[in-house]
């Protein structure tokens, strides 16, 4: 019966459908790609390395999803050793590496070593230290993690309890787990993988130096020593050969999480293991042979790099947000569901008897043996419901882009300010970064789960290549590799580069700073600007933020909500921002009415503080895309490019009026009637935008190896993947069962009454 299935075709073709949305939109996708991907020489990089990657078996995706969790980091294991001798093999600088990983997409045993463990050492090691240790972890001949969060703690570093107590006697520091609390959770990398960690501990020093306590007696008597901290450690943790757990040290992965299946997340406990003095990174602070803290250095550096990796986060979260709204547009182009309802009745309700198909519906009609076109159903794209759901977080992966862009000419054009010690800038580029990173992460982690849902049950199944998206894909969560592999330094303006590969998503929104956690700073940022604003209102404003503050200080008393609507009844593009804009200041002046005025508890303000700090956010990446569309690069575009992105900006802004409408009408910051035609409005720029919505996507240029989904691949040939998915790749299709209750037997005619199974439990 085979060759029964294999002649079927699907009852519509979804090539001829995306075709015929591609040829109904003049948008230049090719151009528009290179327009967004500009950076790094991407589109060429991810071409040039997918071919190598693609041609290795190794790297076959087809039957992943069915691998056990045990299997699946032996498989991560061997991929990140595969990504080591192709890069060799190839020649690969560290933007092919990160290619290379960003199109694994899965996170590596290895990432966190090229990542946190050289970066640390490279940021926090004395020149000796890097001298030392460098040249190894280049070489791979040691791999390390990032061993800083712990059972009891994660976000609260200051409460790590892993103790470092320096010896006066040998002149060495004993790393101690005092607690079960005390041991390390969730580092990457450490479970089975590395030989060396960096461990961040408290330093414990003696009260008094010259008075010799002994690291014993700290356990015995606390009182003798004193904490400074914690401050990161390099550490061996297993034998170069064996492998084995050094002596003292207890380590082992933490068991199955939500996805990150091909990731060694470990813990790890210390009995009193003994590491030399030159095991502290010292490059901002030392201890000197007599037992004292000498601290050099400004450690706002390690702030503002810190804040590097935040701003980096934008711009993957428009990759990652891309890459689910490609599949919804395209599944929801193909998939059809029901006919219109009102296809027989023209505009006054009148039925007629011989009425054309909707006009919504695509030109690739083809009668079928039921005497009904086929075409007849509607492309669930042309439902309002569903793109309401998809259509602004298209219009979001653009936004999030010209903000992306934005923070990383911000960061470098304040690194060279902050490098020649000049720290003014890293408040507000780390409060921009702090609340970008939770708002953008944010939106892209609920956009691929909102993306999954508007295409009905198929976005629930393997094939919507959504499950890894959100559980497995890499986590490119942190620093970009600072150093080539061959040991070449990266010139600073590359090794600060924009990092291309894409979080693991669904612990984007909790690792690198819990979201509701991060929000704080933003707002403590913020009240600190109002008071200086309120206390100094003649100053000329230095930055936008004391603009924006100035503004409506100045307007407070005679402010009237504003309106989006011209008088010509068209869009005002500049109102829209002002209406962000004043929003952000009135909430920001509540905040510190409550807080400096009233001295009401930080703790009782924490939900209006997180709303502040996303208002602000929102603020950054209306106002950046609005100036991103009077840009010589957007205005250089063919037509209707420009234009069409002037839609993705008016949807995403009217989109977010209208979800937060109340905080705007309470702040006065939009006028009733305003509010009213929101509903209208962004019907109005749903439809402008529905015809580009397939090209658009397009421009994002995510290869079909990539997505790895049925449902979103560029020839539209969805049915027949998914049934290809389920009937030839499917292993469990393989075996057939043993049914009968009373038989122990699970695998039929296997006769071993069900032991393979027994063995595994
Ligand atoms: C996949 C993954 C990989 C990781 N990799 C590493 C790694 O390689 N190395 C490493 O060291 N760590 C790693 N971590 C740990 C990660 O950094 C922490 O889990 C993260 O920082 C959150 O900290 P937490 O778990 O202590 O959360 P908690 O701080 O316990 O947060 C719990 C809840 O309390 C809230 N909360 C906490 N404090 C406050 C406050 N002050 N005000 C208001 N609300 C608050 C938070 O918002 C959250 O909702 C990883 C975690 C994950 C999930």
Same mark, same amino acid.
């Given at each position: 019966?085979?060759?029964?299935?294999?002649?079927?075709a699907?009852?519509?073709?979804?090539?001829?459908?995306?075709?015929?949305?591609?040829?109904?939109?003049?948008?230049?996708?090719?151009?528009?790609?290179?327009?967004l991907?500009?950076?790094?020489?991407?589109?060429?990089?991810? *071409?040039?390395?997918?071919?190598?990657?693609?041609?290795?078996?190794?790297?076959?995706?087809?039957?992943?999803?069915n691998?056990?969790?045990?299997?699946?980091?032996?498989?991560?294991?061997?991929?990140?050793?595969?990504?080591?001798?192709?890069?060799?093999?190839?020649?690969?600088?560290?933007?092919?590496?990160? %290619?290379a990983?960003?199109?694994?997409?899965?996170?590596?045993?290895?990432?966190?070593? %090229?990542?946190?463990?050289?970066?640390?050492?490279?940021?926090?090691?004395? @020149?000796?230290?890097?001298?030392?240790?460098?040249?190894?972890?280049?070489?791979?001949?040691?791999?390390?993690?990032?061993?800083q969060?712990?059972?009891?703690?994660?976000?609260?570093?200051?409460g790590? *309890?892993?103790?470092?107590?320096?010896?006066?006697?040998?002149?060495?520091?004993?790393?101690?787990?005092?607690?079960?609390?005390?041991?390390?959770?969730?580092?990457?990398?450490?479970?089975?993988?590395?030989?060396?960690?960096?461990?961040?501990?408290?330093?414990?020093?003696?009260?008094?130096?010259?008075?010799?306590?002994?690291?014993?007696?700290?356990?015995?008597?606390?009182?003798?020593?004193?904490?400074?901290?914690?401050?990161?450690?390099?550490?061996?943790?297993?034998?170069?050969?064996?492998?084995?757990?050094?002596?003292?040290?207890?380590?082992?992965?933490?068991?199955?999480?939500?996805? $990150?299946?091909?990731?060694?997340?470990?813990?790890m406990?210390?009995?009193?293991?003994?590491?030399?003095?030159?095991?502290?990174?010292?490059?901002?602070?030392?201890?000197?042979?007599?037992?004292?803290?000498?601290?050099?250095?400004?450690?706002?550096? #390690?702030?503002?790099?810190?804040?590097?990796?935040?701003?980096?986060? #934008?711009?993957h979260?428009?990759?990652?947000?891309?890459?689910?709204?490609?599949?919804?547009?395209r599944?929801?182009?193909?998939?059809?569901?029901?006919?219109?309802?009102?296809?027989?009745r023209?505009?006054?309700?009148?039925?007629? @008897?011989? @009425?054309?198909?909707?006009?919504?519906s695509?030109?690739?009609?083809?009668?079928?043996?039921?005497?009904e076109?086929?075409?007849?159903?509607?492309? #669930?794209?042309?439902?309002?419901?569903?793109?309401?759901?998809?259509?602004?977080?298209?219009?979001?992966?653009f936004?999030?882009?010209?903000?992306?862009?934005?923070?990383?000419?911000?960061?470098?054009?304040?690194?060279?300010?902050?490098?020649?010690?000049?720290?003014?800038?890293?408040?507000?580029l780390?409060?921009?970064?702090?609340?970008?990173?939770?708002?953008?992460?944010?939106?892209?982690?609920?956009?691929?789960?909102?993306?999954?849902?508007?295409?009905?049950?198929h976005?629930?199944?393997?094939?919507?290549?959504?499950?890894?998206?959100?559980?497995?894909?890499?986590?490119?969560?942190?620093?970009?590799?600072?150093?080539? %592999?061959?040991?070449?330094?990266?010139?600073?303006?590359?090794?600060?580069?924009?990092?291309?590969?894409?979080?693991?998503?669904?612990?984007?929104?909790?690792v690198?700073?819990?979201?509701?956690?991060?929000?704080?700073?933003?707002?403590? $940022?913020?009240?600190?600007?109002?008071?200086?604003?309120?206390?100094?209102?003649?100053l000329v404003?230095?930055?936008?933020? *004391?603009?924006?503050?100035?503004?409506?200080?100045?307007?407070?008393?005679?402010?009237?909500?504003?309106?989006?609507?011209?008088?010509?009844?068209?869009?005002?593009?500049?109102?829209?921002?002002?209406?962000?804009?004043?929003?952000?200041?009135?909430?920001?002046?509540?905040?510190?009415?409550?807080?400096?005025?009233?001295?009401?508890?930080?703790?009782?303000?924490?939900?209006?503080?997180?709303?502040?700090?996303?208002?602000?956010?929102?603020?950054?990446?209306?106002?950046?895309?609005?100036?991103?569309?009077?840009?010589?690069?957007?205005m250089?575009?063919?037509?209707?490019?420009?234009?069409?992105?002037?839609?993705?900006?008016?949807?995403?802004?009217?989109?977010?009026?209208?979800?937060?409408?109340?905080s705007?009408?309470?702040?006065?910051?939009?006028?009733?009637?305003?509010?009213?035609?929101?509903?209208?409005?962004?019907?109005?720029? %749903?439809?402008?935008?529905?015809?580009?919505?397939?090209?658009?996507?397009?421009?994002?240029?995510?290869?079909?190896?990539?997505?790895?989904?049925?449902?979103?691949?560029?020839?539209?040939?969805?049915?027949e993947d998914?049934?290809?998915?389920?009937?030839?790749?499917?292993?469990?299709?393989d075996?057939?069962?043993?049914?009968?209750?009373?038989?122990?037997?699970?695998v039929l005619?296997?006769?071993?009454?069900?032991?393979h199974?027994?063995?595994?439990?």
């Open positions: 019966m085979a060759y029964f299935v294999s002649t079927l699907p009852r519509y073709p979804g090539d001829a459908i995306l075709g015929a949305e591609r040829a109904a939109s003049g948008l230049d996708s090719a151009a528009l790609s290179r327009h991907l500009v950076r790094d020489n991407f589109l060429a990089r991810q *071409e040039r390395v997918l071919n190598v990657l693609r041609a290795e078996r190794l790297f076959r995706k087809e039957y992943v999803m691998l056990s969790r045990p299997e699946r980091y032996h498989l991560g294991l061997a991929r990140a050793k595969a990504i080591r001798r192709l890069g060799k093999k190839h020649d690969w600088d560290h933007d092919d590496y990160n %290619m990983e960003y199109l694994n997409d899965e996170p590596s045993p290895f990432f966190l070593h %090229m990542t946190m463990f050289a970066t640390t050492i490279r940021e926090q090691g004395s @020149a000796a230290q890097n001298k030392f240790w460098m040249p190894e972890t280049l070489s791979h001949d040691i791999i390390g993690c990032y061993a969060s712990e059972l009891g703690h994660g976000s609260n570093v200051k790590l *309890e892993t103790t470092a107590t320096w010896d006066p006697a040998t002149h060495e520091f004993q790393i101690h787990s005092p607690y079960l609390t005390a041991s390390k959770w969730w580092n990457g990398g450490m479970g089975r993988t590395a030989t060396h960690a960096i461990v961040v501990a408290q330093l414990l020093l003696p009260r008094n130096p010259h008075l010799p306590a002994s690291p014993d007696a700290w356990a015995a008597d606390a009182e003798d020593y004193v904490s400074h901290g914690p401050h990161p450690f390099i550490v061996q943790i297993r034998h170069l050969v064996s492998h084995q757990p050094l002596p003292g040290i207890v380590v082992g992965d933490i068991g199955p999480k939500y996805g $990150y299946a091909s990731m060694d997340n470990g813990y406990l210390f009995d009193r293991v003994r590491v030399p003095k030159s095991a502290m990174l010292s490059r901002y602070a030392e201890i000197s042979n007599d037992g004292t803290l000498l601290r050099r250095g400004h450690p706002k550096m #390690v702030y503002g790099s810190l804040t590097f990796v935040r701003a980096q986060i #934008v711009m979260a428009r990759l990652v947000l891309a890459r689910a709204v490609t599949v919804a547009v599944y929801c182009a193909v998939r059809r569901q029901f006919g219109d309802r009102d296809r027989d023209d505009h006054d309700g009148e039925r007629h @008897a011989d @009425a054309p198909t909707s006009s919504m695509c030109q690739t009609e083809k009668n079928d043996v039921q005497g076109s086929a075409t007849s159903e509607l492309q #669930v794209l042309n439902y309002p419901t569903v793109q309401i759901r998809v259509l602004p977080l298209l219009a979001t992966t936004a999030l882009h010209y903000t992306g862009e934005y923070m990383y000419s911000l960061y470098h054009g304040s690194r060279e300010t902050i490098e020649k010690g000049d720290f003014g800038p890293i408040a507000a780390h409060s921009a970064s702090s609340g970008l990173k939770s708002l953008c992460t944010t939106l892209a982690a609920d956009g691929i789960e909102t993306c999954r849902r508007a295409m009905g049950g976005g629930f199944g393997g094939g919507s290549g959504l499950v890894g998206l959100n559980a497995d894909t890499h986590p490119r969560i942190s620093k970009r590799w600072t150093v080539e %592999m061959d040991g070449r330094p990266i010139p600073s303006r590359r090794r600060h580069g924009v990092n291309i590969s894409t979080p693991s998503y669904l612990s984007k929104p909790t690198e700073g819990d979201n509701w956690m991060i929000t704080q700073q933003v707002a403590a $940022y913020l009240i600190k600007k109002t008071t200086y604003c309120i206390d100094n209102p003649t404003p230095q930055d936008p933020t *004391e603009e924006l503050l100035h503004t409506y200080l100045r307007n407070r008393t005679r402010h009237i909500p504003l309106t989006f609507i011209a008088a010509d009844g068209s869009i005002d593009d500049d109102s829209i921002v002002r209406i962000f804009a004043w929003r952000t200041a009135a909430l920001a002046y509540a905040a510190y009415e409550k807080r400096v005025r009233e001295k009401k508890p930080w703790t009782s303000l924490m939900i209006q503080l997180h709303n502040l700090s996303h208002a602000y956010s929102f603020y950054i990446l209306v106002a950046n895309f609005h100036s991103a569309l009077s840009s010589s690069s957007v250089s575009l063919f037509h209707p490019t420009p234009s069409v992105l002037r839609t993705c900006f008016r949807l995403f802004s009217l989109h977010t009026l209208s979800q937060f409408s109340t705007f009408l309470l702040t006065d910051a939009i006028s009733r009637e305003a509010v009213e035609t929101l509903d209208g409005r962004i019907l109005e720029l %749903m439809q402008e935008l529905r015809p580009h919505a397939v090209k658009l996507v397009d421009a994002w240029a995510i290869p079909d190896w990539l997505l790895d989904s049925a449902l979103g691949r560029y020839d539209g040939k969805v049915y998914l049934f290809d998915r389920a009937h030839r790749q499917n292993p469990l299709n075996t057939t069962f043993n049914v009968d209750w009373r038989s122990d037997e699970i005619g296997s006769g071993d009454g069900g032991k199974l027994l063995a595994k439990l």
